[in-house]
């Protein structure tokens, strides 16, 4: 069953969101060619832990590290190893925050350098698919019509949409119910109510939808080879639009001083 969130349990939340997103907003003026994602994982350990957080990741499940770095055809869960990104390459960074209690996630794709137009085109999509399913995640909907959003702009791209993982309730446990699948049926699942807080993150491929497991146990990647794209934000259903508590501006933002 969901938990409801009181309003001060949100005010919490929403610290834990934002040191989240300060914490791309650093990684994204590192992203570049020649770093590692070994070398990120241990700027974001020591930027969170500075601003009063644990790692919501290392630890969890048994996971070895504070972000999960997925590069190119891997989804999610990439281990991050001392490999240099190179020109060309797409990272998913997803991280997680615990303060004071709550735990904040979050996930951007970011491009390294020129990348092919249709992938440019899958991130873009990938993106809008994450608004169009926001949009959705008002008092009285239901989770289905968040999932159906998703699907249907994911899918009418010509993209494969991930069934094996999904987005998830959060608050005082980093996964939470319901759960939030990237594709369903409109006017079916739990309905949403008020001050109800989830994490919706569309995982979305170039290619097939389907997916596979690497032997580390934690790397799932495409099962065609393609590349994939991830986006997430943590969100307060309201009654008239959804309140976001992570922010892309921070790391756009930066984005946009980098690549002047």
């Known amino acids: 069953m969901a938990i409801i969130k009181t309003e001060e349990e949100i005010e919490l939340m929403r610290k834990s969101a934002q040191l989240v997103s300060s914490t791309l907003a650093l990684l994204a003026e590192k992203i570049q060619p020649g770093i590692s994602p070994f070398e990120l994982d241990r700027l974001a350990e020591e930027y969170i832990r500075d601003h009063g957080g644990t790692p919501g990741f290392k630890g969890l499940y048994g996971f070895p590290n504070t972000l999960c770095t997925s590069l190119n055809q891997q989804v999610v869960h990439g281990i991050p190893n001392e490999v240099p990104l190179q020109e060309g390459d797409i990272i998913s960074v997803d991280c997680g925050v615990l303060m004071n209690g709550f735990y904040g996630d ?21 993106k809008e698919c994450l608004v169009l399913g926001m949009e959705q995640a008002v008092a009285g909907k239901r989770i289905g019509d968040i999932s159906f959003a998703i699907q249907q702009h994911a899918e009418a791209n010509g993209f494969g949409v991930v069934r094996e993982l999904v987005g998830h309730g959060l608050g005082r446990k980093m996964h ?85």
Do not use: C
Not at 107 to 116: C, H, L, N, Q
Not at 186 to 209: F, H, V, W
């Open 106 to 126: 979050q996930a951007y794709t970011f491009m390294i350098g020129e990348v092919d137009e249709e992938v440019k085109r899958l991130i873009k999509v990938t």
């Open 176 to 260: 939470e119910a319901p759960e939030v699948p990237n594709y369903g049926k409109r006017g079916k699942g739990p309905k949403l109510k008020k001050r109800m807080t989830l994490a919706i993150e569309p995982m979305i491929n170039l290619g097939s939808k389907h997916v596979k497991q690497l032997r580390d146990g934690w790397t799932i990647v495409t099962s065609d080879g393609r590349p994939s794209a991830h986006f997430e934000h943590d969100i307060v259903v309201r009654d008239n639009q959804p309140e976001i508590l992570t922010s892309f501006d921070m790391i756009e933002n930066v984005l946009n001083k980098v690549n002047i």
